[in-house]
């Protein structure tokens, strides 16, 4: 039997139950707390640490890390990024539709 595609694709069934794009900023907030507990951990860096380092509270950090908070600012993203000591870098990529 030839195997060939059947059915659409996770993506367009994720676009047609209306949720692609809240999947995506969750998969997304995920890589970066998973990539901020990695380089925290590194450097043996705490909650607090890093909240110190960012002037800010230790909540702010349990947000940042919390995947299902997905409304984070720029200037808190860099802040970490900074804490932390990283570089923070956006790129856009072309969908296809």
């Known amino acids: 039997m030839n195997k060939k595609c059947l059915g659409s694709t996770l993506e367009d069934w994720l676009e047609e139950e209306g949720i692609l794009e809240e999947v995506q900023e969750e998969?997304?907030?995920t890589t970066i707390a998973l990539r901020l507990?990695?380089?925290m951990k590194k450097q043996?860096?705490?909650?607090?640490?890093?909240a110190k380092?960012?002037?800010t509270?230790?909540?702010v950090v349990q947000r940042l890390l919390d995947p299902k908070v997905t409304s984070v600012t720029m200037s808190t993203l860099g802040k970490?990024?900074?804490?932390v000591?990283?570089?923070m870098s956006i790129s856009f990529d072309i969908i296809k539709k």
């Open 27 to 29: 998969a997304l907030k």
């Open 37 to 39: 507990q990695e380089l």
């Open 44 to 50: 043996k860096l705490t909650q607090a640490d890093v």
């Open 53 to 55: 380092r960012m002037k």
């Open 57 to 59: 509270s230790r909540a």
């Open 80 to 83: 970490a990024a900074h804490a």
């Open 85 to 87: 000591g990283a570089r």
